[in-house]
């Protein structure tokens, strides 16, 4: 074989492994530079996102939150933001729709609790994202998703510079209300915990001018009037499973379990693992009993678990798509810390990757 022609085969394979390598290299880098969830790179997103911000009026510290966005919005050139606020009437699901149908990138809730609801529920389906500007005395999701809580400015950078998240939302029904309460067919939303019994109790006692002044410690301190209620008699049906009946302190079902004081209620609970977290809280022996609770509850969040049979404070879990829960008399029930009234009996289900969040890169 002439030399020439041996040169060009040897110069023709290196330049076909040389092309071969340089797409292998540029499709990893393409891989890893792409978000887990798929959605939210900066190549895909408006370089000049239009922001509206649904704000809660009758909160004080929104004031402030609407000052920062009307800001960093000018400061960094971007459209004028859009504010839409909530009423008596319309807690934020209306705005939200709203928001989305004037062409909004991105839809942020400034507000508490309630407010966070309410604006879920209207971007359900939308495929627009949420983001947040904690400013209640919970903000339960805020704290699961690791938001800054406390600077507006700091939950802002998350809203545009963050990673869309698609997380999973439950859902309530009360089925069955005691006589004496008006029945009610709504299928209530919840991102954090819905629950019956001892937390939901709680909620509905807390002070609201106390919740004001002391925030999340207003709910411990309506807690302590009911440490010595009666045990609810419970049946608990998950998924397909045979019932299962118990005397129980409270009975909750969770997305995640992040709440305020550091508390972990449900370690294993993620937000967008497809299913719910049951929970079934038990306590005996007065004081003794909720004493050592609260031990099971602060070791399991740090990882360690108490194998013991014989607990007179106990937190035991299962995992489901759907559960029915049924209770004597009717007690109270509450989602993400709103009271739905007493209830004899919820049924309660998972939307799997419903809503898209933004949340810390």
Same mark, same amino acid.
């Given at each position: ?161 963050? !990673?869309? +998240?698609?997380?999973? *939302?439950?859902?309530? @029904?009360? $089925?069955? &209300?005691?006589? %004496?309460? /008006? ?128 607990? !007179?404070? +106990?937190?035991?879990? *299962?995992?489901?798509? @759907?559960? $029915?829960? &049924?209770?004597? %008399?009717? /007690? ?30």
């Amino acid at each position: 074989m002439p030399w020439e022609l041996t040169v060009g085969i040897v110069a023709l394979v290196v330049g076909l492994t040389a092309l071969v390598v340089a797409l292998v290299v540029l499709r990893r880098s393409r891989h890893a530079a792409a978000p887990s969830s798929g959605r939210g790179t900066p190549t895909d997103r408006p370089q000049r996102p239009q922001l509206a911000v649904v704000v809660n009026p009758s909160k004080e510290s929104t004031q402030q939150a609407m000052e920062t966005v009307r800001r960093v919005a000018g400061e960094a050139a971007l459209p004028a933001p859009r504010f839409y606020e909530t009423t008596v009437d319309d807690p934020g699901t209306g705005q939200a729709r709203a928001a989305v149908r004037d062409g909004a990138d991105i839809v942020v809730a400034a507000g508490g609790d309630g407010t966070v609801r309410a604006v879920a529920e209207g971007m359900l389906g939308s495929e627009v994202p949420m983001g947040i500007i904690p400013a209640g005395t919970g903000n339960l999701l805020a704290r699961n998703l690791d938001l800054p809580l406390t600077d507006p400015k700091d939950a802002l950078a998350v809203v545009l510079g963050g !990673i869309d +998240r698609s997380i999973d *939302v439950g859902r309530v @029904r009360v $089925t069955e &209300r005691p006589p %004496d309460e /008006e029945p009610d067919d709504t299928d209530h939303l919840f991102l954090v915990i819905a629950g019956l019994g001892f937390d939901a109790a709680m909620v509905a006692d807390a002070d609201d001018q106390l919740k004001a002044k002391m925030g999340w410690v207003a709910y411990f301190l309506a807690g302590a009037r009911h440490l010595h209620g009666r045990r609810m008699a419970t049946r608990i049906t998950v998924d397909d499973e045979e019932p299962v009946e118990a005397r129980l302190r409270s009975i909750m079902v969770g997305n995640c379990g992040r709440l305020p004081g550091g508390i972990n209620l449900l370690p294993d609970a993620t937000l967008d693992d497809g299913v719910l977290d049951v929970a079934a809280i038990d306590t005996r022996g007065g004081l003794a009993g909720w004493a050592q609770l609260f031990g099971e509850v602060v070791a399991q969040g740090m990882g360690v678990q108490n194998d013991m049979r014989a607990k !007179i404070g +106990r937190i035991d879990h *299962v995992k489901a798509r @759907r559960a $029915t829960i &049924r209770v004597e %008399d009717g /007690e109270q029930a509450q989602v993400d810390g709103e009271v739905l009234g007493k209830a004899v009996q919820i049924e309660t289900w998972v939307e799997p990757g419903a809503l898209v969040v933004r949340a810390p890169a």
